[in-house]
């Protein structure tokens, strides 16, 4: 069920934005980037992009799972095994998100590192483990997250408990997702 959302979610993406760009770092190559970088009028550089289905995902978690000593929720490593992919932008009925995607395998190793300092800091707040997968608003420090145990969306601030719940789990959270366009700043 969750597969099939991520799908859908990514399809009607790719959909309604034909042409996908992102910064270009030479230093952060990723299996998305289409053709050559070019330049704009003020030097930044960019890169066309798509979505690439990742193959082999069983070993990106599994460090992870040993250094905690706990499984990682099948819906954590649905959402970041699926597809290398560049943030997503979209329209929830809350609001604005951001949605969180592995653009390399640097990248991988990049979350696994982050989540072991967020999984000390819950037992430390003695919260509960969750896992980040979207920033709300710019302007604002609440993230969403999905519960380790329940599977439950969940809305953060960083260093608290949860604020409240979102969807009862992911597959329910992309259901009611709108895609919308990236910023280029």
Known sequence: MLDAAIETFFEHYQKSFEQLITTHDPQWPSPCEIGEPWQDKDGGSWIAWQPIRRHSTAEDFAGLENALEMPIHPDIKAHYGHFWSA????????????????????????????????????????????????????????????????????????GKPPLRVVAASLAEFFDVLVPAAQCHT
């Open 87 to 158: 943030n997503l932008e979209a329209e929830a009925p809350d609001g604005h998100v951001s949605l969180l995607y592995l653009w390399n395998q640097e990248d991988v190793d990049r979350l696994v590192e982050n989540l072991i300092g967020h999984a000390v800091a819950c037992r430390h707040n003695r919260t509960p483990f969750s896992v980040f997968f979207a920033c709300t608003e710019p302007d604002s420090d609440l993230f969403l997250t999905i519960n380790n145990s329940t599977g439950e969306v969940q809305l953060e601030e960083p």
